[in-house]
């Protein structure tokens, strides 16, 4: 299962940064925590390569969203074929 972590700058605009936090903790792959200033660490855990892919392109396009630092990332859990399912090459040992 793909686990990225990663930091969240939020817009410094308040209902934009409200509805951003809202979202966030209403998004059941996301794990928040705790906002330092207009950033917040947050944690995806997704079940495959594809909901990891559509998770982190669905924080890219949230609104009150103004940047994203990623920090760390693990997929060493998957196999070549979960890869595959979403445009990586597969690779043979």
Not at 47 to 55: E, G, L, S, T
């Amino acid at each position: 299962m793909p686990i990225v972590s990663a930091v969240l700058t939020l817009s410094q605009t308040s209902t934009l940064r409200a509805a951003a936090l809202a979202a966030l903790q209403a998004a059941p792959a996301v794990t928040l925590g705790e906002a330092h200033g207009d950033r917040v660490p947050v944690v995806l855990d997704t079940p495959n390569r594809a909901q990891d892919k559509a998770a982190w392109d669905a924080l890219e396009s949230l609104p009150g969203v103004t940047f994203i630092e990623l920090v760390f990332a693990d997929f060493s859990d998957l196999s070549n074929h979960q890869d595959a399912d979403v445009g990586a090459v597969e690779s043979t040992p």
